[in-house]
Nanobody
Framework: QVQLVESGGELVQAGGSLRLSCVASGSTFIRETMAWFRQAPGKEQEFVAVIGRDGAGTYYTDSVKGRFTISRDNSRNTAYLQMNSLNAEDTAVYYC?????????????????????WGQGTQVTVSS
């Protein structure tokens, strides 16, 4: 099991940018696929982005493509979510998640039940 701690969420104006960080404890980070999910008030938790263990493979939900970038630094046990051109619909609590499991299809990485470890979340609020 790995401990995940997110940071970087804050109040930002529409059109602005934020970078979220997710620091993982332990020495197993390099063997984990990392993802970001978010949950807006009154809505279900939704997948945002995922990055493979070596950082080469990424996948995004349609609503953030071209605006958000997921990355990782395995030497720092840290995953990032760079968010640009933010709008009010991006307001949510953002969670990072980790899984050891290697899935044959990308779609399985978009499902929250397939992740073993979760952070506590960081609030992102976009004012319009």
């Amino acid at each position: 099991q790995v401990q995940l701690v997110e940071s970087g969420g804050e109040l930002v104006q529409a059109g602005g940018s934020l970078r979220l960080s997710c620091v993982a404890s332990g020495s197993t980070f390099i063997r984990e696929t990392m993802a970001w999910f978010r949950q807006a008030p009154g809505k279900e938790q939704e997948f945002v982005a995922v990055i493979g263990r070596d950082g080469a493979g990424t996948y995004y939900t349609d609503s953030v493509k071209g605006r958000f970038t997921i990355s990782r630094d395995n030497s720092r046990n840290t995953a990032y979510l760079q968010m640009n051109s933010l709008n009010a619909e991006d307001t949510a609590v953002y969670y990072c998640a980790a899984t050891y499991t290697v899935f044959a299809r990308t779609m399985y990485y978009t499902q929250k039940d397939n992740y073993e470890d979760w952070g506590q979340g960081t609030q992102v609020t976009v004012s319009s």
